[in-house]
T-cell receptor, first 111, second 110 residues
Framework: NAGVTQTPKFQVLKTGQSMTLQCAQDMNHEYMSWYRQDPGMGLRLIHYSVGAGITDQGEVPNGYNVSRSTTEDFPLRLLSAAPSQTSVYFC??????????FGSGTQLSVL | TQLLEQSPQFLSIQEGENLTVYCNSSSVFSSLQWYRQEPGEGPVLLVTVVTGGEVKKLKRLTFQFGDARKDSSLHITAAQPGDTGLYLCAGAATGNQFYFGTGTSLTVIP
């Protein structure tokens, strides 16, 4: 019962560094998404995908890239990290309609 | 732009008390969901409401969707320490795009 798996759990970066947050799901869900969570702001949608080969922007896409080469994987790339990207990042997947299944999050600090 | 505003942002109550959390928006949503999140974990779905005026009960939790499908409330009866957590509402826009509220952090003191 893996569900949605996110790695790493914690990460510290220096300004300007790049990295990829990994997300994998084993439920054969078509829909996957990335959120960031900041105090007092709930979760904000970064990017989402409705199936392999299809991605689109959410509310706060700037500074992030995604790709969806397989149904299972949906990595989030930070090309040049900035302190404003310090946050907790959650990946979620969903069947065609309804319930979001979340991973346990990645806590990212950019110094 | 925060489409969904929750109130209160923080709530600390004694075990056994009742409470209500509100989720308000100027936008209409096709459905609205409530999630609970515990520290270090992702949110977990509690309920989905779809029809305007709909009321759903989950043990001591009662969820209501506004008639105009713009707002919702969560009422907890006789709160217990196990209810402690961050409660988030989420409105469904087009397809599977969900917009989350600002969150209500609930602490129930034994």
């Amino acid at each position: 019962n893996a569900g949605v798996t996110q790695t790493p759990k914690f990460q510290v970066l220096k300004t300007g560094q790049s990295m990829t947050l990994q997300c994998a799901q084993d439920m054969n869900h078509e829909y996957m998404s990335w959120y960031r969570q900041d105090p007092g702001m709930g979760l904000r949608l970064i990017h989402y995908s409705v199936g392999a080969g299809i991605t689109d922007q959410g509310e706060v896409p700037n500074g992030y890239n995604v790709s969806r080469s397989t149904t299972e994987d949906f990595p989030l790339r930070l090309l040049s990290a900035a302190p404003s990207q310090t946050s907790v990042y959650f990946c979620a997947s969903s069947p065609v309609a309804g319930k979001l299944f979340f991973g346990s999050g990645t806590q990212l600090s950019v110094l | 732009t925060q489409l969904l505003e929750q109130s209160p942002q923080f709530l600390s109550i004694q075990e056994g008390e009742n409470l209500t959390v509100y989720c308000n928006s100027s936008s209409v949503f096709s459905s609205l969901q409530w999630y609970r999140q515990e520290p270090g974990e992702g949110p977990v779905l509690l309920v989905t409401v779809v029809t305007g005026g709909e009321v759903k009960k989950l043990k001591r939790l009662t969820f209501q969707f506004g008639d105009a499908r713009k707002d919702s409330s969560l009422h907890i009866t006789a709160a217990q320490p196990g209810d402690t957590g961050l409660y988030l509402c989420a409105g469904a826009a087009t397809g599977n795009q969900f917009y989350f509220g600002t969150g209500t952090s609930l602490t129930v003191i034994p």
